[in-house]
């Protein structure tokens, strides 16, 4: 796992990545959004290996939580946490970068269980993250 101190551009430059996102059910855009994402991780020397989505609101019951995460640890659903890790492990991904804010401890459980570093698209935005 490389330094989860570094900056955007040297933990990318080189790297396998995972796109990841949470999106509400109503987000037609997501797919563009993907594409900006890949787009800077690209600029920093990333290559994108794989993108992950989760919709929320997809279900019957979710349409009343849409603008939840699944789990506060993980964001996402367990199955999709899992599906998730087991394409990192197997692809040996570097880097998972997720288009959702993170809090550190969601950084820290996924990190744990993706097998790699984990940081937010936002974070390929501010200096020194």
Do not use: W, Y
């Not at 796109?19 to 290559?47: I, N």
């Amino acid at each position: 796992m490389r330094d989860p101190t570094a900056s955007p551009t040297s933990v990318l430059a080189g790297a396998d990545v995972v796109l990841v996102g949470l999106f509400s059910a109503k987000d037609k855009e997501f797919g563009a959004k993907l594409d900006l994402l890949a787009a800077s991780v690209k600029a920093h020397g990333g290559r994108v290996v794989s993108r992950h989505v989760q919709r929320r609101g997809v279900s019957h019951g979710g349409a009343a939580k849409m603008t939840e995460s699944f789990s506060r640890g993980t964001l996402l659903s367990p199955g999709k946490a899992r599906e998730i890790a087991q394409a990192c492990r197997a692809a040996e991904v570097a880097v998972a970068v997720f288009v959702n804010p993170l809090t550190e401890h969601q950084r820290a459980v996924r990190g744990d269980l993706f097998g790699c570093l984990v940081i937010s698209g936002g974070d390929l935005l501010t200096p020194g993250r």
